[in-house]
T-cell receptor
Framework: KQEVTQIPAALSVPEGENLVLNCSFT??????LQWFRQDPGKGLTSLLL?????REQTSGRLNASLDKSSGRSTLYIAASQPGDSATYLC????????????FGGGTRLMVKP | GAGVSQSPRYKVAKRGQDVALRCDPI?????LFWYQQALGQGPEFLTY????????KSGLPSDRFFAERPEGSVSTLKIQRTQQEDSAVYLC????????????????FGEGSRLTVL
């Protein structure tokens, strides 16, 4: 059974810092990996999706990398802003038809002005 | 509509009551998923529909949970005889393609229905 772990569980940084969120998964037979953002009381907003054949994806100040063989992904946020404060969730989808998204527990990020 | 819509957004139920949660997926999306998110945790898979067919219900925690999508669009998640441990946010997601087909496989989530069982 796929297990996804996110470290750290919570992170507080001053505005302007660059930061890295970590995600690890136990089964490397994945179809893709997706990073989501969740604001309090809200649903999930997709940030970046990396296919299993890709190494990284970039969107603005966000960069996500994938090392499938070692079962790791990182989300890099450059020049953090208070508006980046949210919970960040990593989810992997398995290779087999019918394998659904398995989520990590999330990293709660607070960026202080 | 433009996105996945869920209702009600908030539901308070007394222990033992039945509840029904509704999901309107993005128009034309084939795949529909239900997830349960307990406070402070990541979402956990409940069930999956491809059009009107429920292809996977392995995540439903007990036989008190029932989901349907009779016409392949709107879906309802029903919880009978609610218990306190059912308190969670129930998230619905849709995707344009069936699971297993080529494509990005990206899921689009609604804002969830927060259920509190007293």
């Amino acid at each position: 059974k796929q297990e996804v772990t996110q470290i750290p569980a919570a992170l507080s940084v001053p505005e302007g810092e660059n930061l890295v969120l970590n995600c690890s998964f136990t089964d490397s037979a994945i179809y893709n990996l997706q990073w989501f953002r969740q604001d309090p009381g809200k649903g999930l907003t997709s940030l970046l999706l990396i296919q299993s054949s890709q190494r990284e994806q970039t969107s603005g100040r966000l960069n996500a990398s994938l090392d499938k063989s070692s079962g790791r992904s990182t989300l890099y946020i450059a020049a953090s802003q208070p508006g980046d404060s949210a919970t960040y969730l990593c989810a992997v989808r398995g290779n087999n038809a019918g394998n659904m998204l398995t989520f990590g527990g999330g990293t709660r990020l607070m960026v202080k002005p | 509509g433009a996105g996945v819509s869920q209702s009600p957004r908030y539901k308070v139920a007394k222990r033992g009551q039945d509840v029904a949660l509704r999901c309107d997926p993005i128009s034309g999306h084939v795949s529909l998923f239900w997830y349960q998110q307990a406070l402070g945790q990541g979402p956990e898979f409940l069930t999956y529909f491809q059009n009107e067919a429920q292809l996977d219900k392995s995540g439903l925690p007990s036989d008190r949970f029932f989901a349907e999508r009779p016409e392949g669009s709107v879906s309802t998640l029903k919880i009978q005889r609610t218990q306190q441990e059912d308190s969670a946010v129930y998230l619905c997601a849709s995707s344009p393609r069936p699971q297993g087909q080529m494509g990005t496989g990206e899921l689009f989530f609604g804002e969830g229905s927060r259920l509190t069982v007293l």
